[in-house]
């Protein structure tokens, strides 16, 4: 007899965006007339700058010819792409990592679902609250956790909360986890951390042989010097932490999709009589058991990135994206609602007004002003009560939105 793993089936309701996307297309199949804005998925809309562009063109013309065809790649990344990350996006920033200490993907979102299943699963979990879905799930699918109560919280994850009363910084926890999972720029939330809140953490995990799962997909968003690209930019964060890196919004490969995740060599995590083995091997053996590489036109496409004129151009892109997240945080301001992120990170995090829930707030901007925005309930239970919005659009198109919802 054949059985099913029945983790998957303490998951609650859909995922959070195919629900969001069964909600519009009914109504837009109920209102055909509707004109949508688009302001919930964090899905890019600018078109692939010049230069990445002409890159991937010049890749797939490599595919019509013998002799620089590529067929498999290195499972781990090509060299011209690792050796141009090590340099620009760490030694730039005085982080010394080593090439083999990179490992090329299809994305974060695939990384931060795939490097859970190395670790043990008597691990205890902790995830700031509101958080990206895909950590919990992931843990609830590998069994993990119990069942989900009714605030939408899994038994036996430890749940860190983050509100306006503590600056959306959670305190360490209470009890004794062995993962974390962090994302500054955080998503949804759109705030950042200090270096002194990181080194809070890496002493933590330090202290108690801890393991930092760090999403750092947003930190070409970054505007202020003084908050930290990468959490190894803190001493010691190298023996504790893997950091996960996403092109998805930065050079806009939501659809191409490469990405990439560090592993230093310094990183342990132990067996259960205590001794210690050295994770970059454990990922580097399911790495390549598990994935043939990312393709070779988008790892192309993301090397010109590198290029002066890819960063000059990408940066274009960016702005574009920030000044719609400035426009929007002004004019929701002016509207009385009490906003957050939109700085250093392209979401607006807003609190609802009057009482309404998030999926009540969702629902009046859909129906009333056909503007489609995030929950935040769907991110956890302390997401309730808070609303995201997208910087991803034109910023035509975001004061058209702005508009409606000031119409409300």
């Known amino acids: 007899m054949i059985t099913i793993n029945e983790n998957f089936l303490k998951l609650q309701a859909g995922y959070l965006f195919p629900e969001i996307g069964r909600r519009v297309s009914a109504f837009a199949k109920d209102n055909p007339s509707a004109d949508i804005i688009k302001l919930g998925i964090g899905d890019v809309t600018e078109p692939l700058v010049p230069s990445i562009l002409e ?59 795939n490097v859970q299943e190395i670790f043990g699963r008597d691990n205890v979990v902790a995830v700031t609250d509101p958080v990206y879905p895909v950590y919990v799930d992931t843990n609830v699918m590998a069994g993990r956790t119990g069942d989900a109560a009714k605030d939408g919280r899994y038994e036996g994850l430890v749940y860190l909360p983050c509100t306006a009363e503590n600056d959306f910084t959670p305190d360490l926890p209470d009890t004794s986890v062995d993962m974390i999972y962090l994302c500054y720029p955080n998503n949804p939330t759109g705030t950042v951390a200090t270096k002194e809140t990181l080194k ?58 490469c990405g990439y995740i560090v592993v230093p060599k310094e990183l342990k995590a132990y067996k259960s009589d205590g001794s210690a083995v050295e994770v970059n091997a454990i990922w580097n053996r399911r790495h390549s058991t598990k994935f043939n590489g990312a393709s070779y036109v988008s790892q192309v496409g993301a090397a010109a ?67 489609v925005g995030t929950p935040g309930s769907g991110f956890g239970a302390s997401g309730e009560g808070y609303f995201r919005l997208s910087a991803f659009n034109n910023l035509a198109r975001v004061k058209e939105a702005m508009e409606r919802i000031a119409k409300l």
Request: one cysteine or more.
């Open 305 to 371: 990135y590198y290029t002066g004129q890819g960063r000059l151009e990408v940066k274009k892109v960016i702005d574009l994206y920030m000044a719609n997240a400035s426009y929007m945080i002004e004019s929701l301001k002016e509207m009385g609602y009490e906003v957050y992120g939109g700085v250093n990170a392209p979401y607006v995090w807003l609190k609802t007004k009057d009482g309404m829930t998030s999926w009540e707030l969702f629902d009046k901007f859909l129906n009333e002003a056909h503007v």
């Open 200 to 257: 809070k953490w890496v002493d933590y995990a330090r202290e108690n042989r801890a393991l930092i799962l760090f999403d750092a997909a947003y930190e070409a968003f970054i505007s202020d010097d003084d908050i930290p690209h990468s959490i190894y930019e803190i001493d010691g964060a190298k023996e504790v932490a893997i950091e996960f890196r996403s092109y998805s919004k930065v050079i806009g490969f939501t659809g191409v999709r």
């Open 55 to 113: 890159a991937m063109h010049k890749a797939v013309d490599d595919q019509a010819n013998a002799d620089t065809f590529k067929g498999y790649g290195p499972e781990r990344g090509y060299s011209f792409l690792i050796d141009a990350i090590v340099e620009h996006e760490f030694k730039a920033r005085g982080v010394d990592i080593s090439p083999d200490e990179v490992f090329v993907s299809d994305g974060s979102k695939c990384d931060t679902g």
